[in-house]
């Protein structure tokens, strides 16, 4: 830990004014990993009026100049079949050997397709996805088209007071002695999730990439807590967690049950609505990178 104190009092230097009055010494400062914990987008956003534009031109002109497919082609054989088939039942004649040639229709196939089609925008709500004000910030259903990132008041056991609890921030924790940073980031997940045994536990699974943090922070603590806890601030290295999703998952995402005892409340977040929840730019400047979409 003395070289990464070390690494990044150098690093300091390329954007520091007062370097030399800005000293971190190893053991004052407190070792702790926060956890980016985001979901990417499920689905398309709604296209801008000059891309909609643009698709109805560019479907008129596929028509107009591309081949037919395969498909198109069966379409159309199909249609002069059933047209014969219809004239030949109309006359009484033996229908056998043109129902062997139809089998099934392509268009009975492109009926099926549209069903299957229908039922799959009626049960994810495709045609009308959830928006901010139709959804609960608790719920990670919400805002499928943009991507959302874990927002948490936390408790924390060495606090002043056995009732306090954090502003908005991410997930933080501290890192143990002999501990990689990436252990810490494993042990903060969890500890902050339920267990798969909870009444409501999570029906997805986690991804974190590399071992590397991706960012840093540094925060000095007030003369009081610097007095109480001994330290003169925190550094926080952040990682990103994933979250791995399936179609069986999404139907049944939920407020989800955070361990009590270390998430007091929640929210799941655009990058607009993470600014306005937390104050500290420097803060949200070190991750800002995670809700590029």
């Known amino acids: 830990m003395k070289n990464l104190i070390r690494y990044l009092h150098t690093s300091s230097s390329f954007y520091s004014t007062n370097f030399k009055q800005f000293q971190l010494n190893p053991q004052r400062w407190r070792i702790e990993v926060s956890l980016v914990i985001y979901r990417l987008p499920l689905i398309a956003p709604p296209m801008t009026e000059a891309e909609r534009n643009f698709a109805q031109l ?30 030949m039942e109309a006359e009484g004649k033996d229908l056998s050997h043109l129902d062997q040639q139809l089998g099934v229709s392509s268009v009975q196939k492109r009926n099926e397709w549209s069903e299957k089609a ?11 996805p959830p928006t901010n004000a139709s959804m609960d910030f608790k719920c ?74 991706i960012s840093h922070y540094l925060y000095r603590y007030t003369e009081t807590m610097k007095d ?40 799941w977040c655009t990058g607009e609505e993470f600014d306005k929840i937390v104050g500290d730019r420097n803060y949200r400047n070190a991750f800002k990178s995670v809700f590029v979409e």
Request: glycine letters at 4%; one cysteine or more; aromatic letters at 10%.
């Open 58 to 87: 560019s479907e008129i002109k596929d028509n107009q100049t591309s081949y037919k497919c395969d498909f198109e082609l069966e379409l159309e054989k199909d249609a002069v079949l059933l047209e014969k088939r219809k004239k």
């Open 140 to 213: 990670l259903k919400r805002n499928l088209d943009r991507k959302l990132v874990l927002a948490v008041r936390q408790k924390f056991e060495d606090a002043h007071t056995d009732d306090y609890v954090s502003p908005w921030i991410l997930p933080q924790l501290m890192n143990k002695k002999g501990e990689t940073l990436k252990e810490t980031a494993l042990r903060l997940l969890s500890l902050s999730l339920p267990s798969e045994d909870a009444k409501n536990p999570f029906p997805f699974e986690f991804q974190m990439y590399g071992n590397a943090p």
């Open 228 to 267: 109480r806890l001994g330290f003169d601030g925190s550094i926080i290295f952040f990682y990103p967690a994933q979250i791995l999703h399936s179609n069986k998952a999404i139907n049944s995402w939920t407020e989800v049950g955070f361990n009590p005892n270390k998430i007091a409340d929640y929210k």
């Open 118 to 128: 229908q039922k799959l925008i009626k049960k994810y709500n495709l045609d009308n």
